[in-house]
């Protein structure tokens, strides 16, 4: 079981959390490990507490504050406290040593996140044997996850698979909860190293591997996987199962599912990822797993909004293969991530998201000015639908006729090397109204269009 910040931001979440597995136990759902995210903002109050250290200020009073006035109201004991205390003046102390070096490398910035996790893994188990349910606090590094010294968005060596299963094998009494800290390894040498993004989900993912588990749960607040954006779509509807290459597909293009690199472990093992909701444990939720088990035409429609439209243009006669290698060698050179492309022997056009954007002036634009005209368009958006693309004449044709009807016009449309998605780029203020009406036409049953479906009007 994985909880994340927001599932324990402060005594009352921790409680519901502690509650809800204890709830789980007394049905039969004893898990190995509960993988725990430090307790709400509290990673991004230590990242602020490193800049702050920078310029000479160091305060830990308000990460002193959360995580004391839990203790209290728990009444966890005096042990708890202290441990507690342990760390936060380790943590002082390593921000006076920044305050006086004035650097913040990226080691020392892994060291200086990890205390969120190590903090709020102790309350934990301390409050899940105050309630009857025998658990134990254990840094990751000492159940066997090892990394590489990539600090920031280090890499599970994959030595730690045998060494978590021999550690829950051997040393862990199996009555037991294991409360682990997510996000946060070691190097072979003892240093501190982060899993970059969707790191705690990682950890789950590789202990569920390591031990051969039933199932990994995500515990998340809404009823697993959605077929749309609730925020965005009010009647959107929970998806009872996916594959994990649908779900790696949602995440890349928008949707809020576990990053495609923690569900790596889970799925070379081929152990279930289920995605739960800890304020409805009742609902099934979503089972991400080997294969496509949906009868549904389209599985889920997300979207990703405020990206750039780029058309590079060749204007010397390279070949395909001369302009599309320059093409892609420039990208990386600068190290640009492309969402999506489609390409002819003279044309590529591509999408980049905020974080790899292209300005007036960029020096890509300079490196492929002499072979090709390259026209930046903003204000676009990605509309990925994921299907089976077996059947994407059905879809297109829906698309097509909504697009047709509400005036929405397709400046790019990709299917996937995947065989699961269709992207369509398009106009971003048009979004929401094409997002809704196609929810309407795959999910609801309420076309406003007139199709084909056996010769039946729908």
């Known amino acids: 079981m994985k909880f994340g910040g927001s599932s324990l931001a402060d005594a009352e979440r921790i409680e519901h959390v502690a509650q809800l597995i204890k709830s789980q136990i007394a049905i039969g759902n004893r898990p190995a490990a509960v993988i725990c995210s430090a307790m709400g903002k509290t990673t991004n109050n230590l990242l602020n507490a490193g800049d702050f250290a920078l310029e000479g200020r160091v305060n830990v009073d308000a990460l002193r504050t959360l995580h004391h006035t839990t ?36 080691r020392s910035l892994d060291m200086l996140v990890s205390f969120g996790e190590r903090m709020s893994i102790r309350i934990m188990a301390a409050r899940l044997n105050q309630i009857g349910v025998p658990a134990e606090a254990y840094d990751s590094w000492t159940i066997g996850m090892i990394t590489t010294s990539e600090f920031g968005d280090a890499r599970v060596l994959p030595s730690s698979m045998e060494k978590i299963k021999n550690t829950f094998s051997n040393k862990i009494d199996p009555n037991t909860v294991a409360i ?13 190293t982060t899993l970059g993004r ?26 697993g996987i959605m077929s749309c954006d609730p925020r965005m779509v009010r009647s959107a509807v929970p998806i009872s199962r996916v594959s994990f290459e649908e779900a790696a597909e949602l995440a890349y293009f928008g949707a809020k599912v576990l990053h495609p690199i923690a569900m790596m472990p889970a ?3 081929q152990i279930p990822v289920r995605v739960k909701n800890s304020y409805n444990p009742s609902h099934p939720g979503t089972v991400i797993n080997k294969d496509r088990d949906n009868e549904n035409l389209v599985t889920a429609i997300t979207c990703k909004r405020d990206i750039q439209l780029i058309d590079i243009t060749s204007t010397r006669m390279l070949g395909a293969y001369g302009f599309l290698s320059k093409v892609f060698n420039t990208f990386e050179k600068h190290k640009l991530s492309v969402d999506v492309l489609a390409s002819s022997e003279v044309s590529v056009s591509l999408t980049l998201d905020k974080k790899s954007s292209v300005y007036k002036g960029h020096p890509l634009c300079d490196d492929l000015g002499d072979i090709a005209n390259i026209d930046v368009k903003e204000g676009k958006a990605i509309i990925t639908l994921i299907t089976d693309i077996k059947r994407s004449s059905e879809v297109l044709a829906t698309v097509f006729k909504v697009f047709m009807e509400k005036g929405i016009e397709v400046e790019m449309l990709s299917q996937g090397a995947s065989k699961v998605n269709i992207s369509f780029i398009v106009s971003d203020s048009l979004v929401e109204s094409a997002i809704h009406s196609l929810h309407m036409c795959f999910f609801e049953e309420q076309c406003e269009i007139t199709m084909p479906t056996n010769d039946k009007e729908v």
């Not at 109201?73 to 070096?101: P, Y």
């Not at 390894?185 to 501190?192: C, L, P, R, V």
């Open 71 to 106: 203790i209290k109201e728990f009444d966890l004991g005096q042990h708890v406290a202290d441990d507690i205390t342990e760390l936060l003046n380790e943590l002082e102390n390593m921000l006076n040593g920044v305050k006086l070096l004035q650097e913040l490398s990226p």
């Open 180 to 192: 682990v800290t997510g996000f946060i390894g070691h190097t072979e040498s003892g240093k501190i």
């Open 198 to 223: 969707g790191g705690s989900d990682l950890t789950a993912t590789t202990i569920g591997a390591a031990c051969s588990l039933d199932e990994i749960q995500v515990w998340k607040d809404v009823d």
């Open 267 to 269: 799925m070379e093992a």
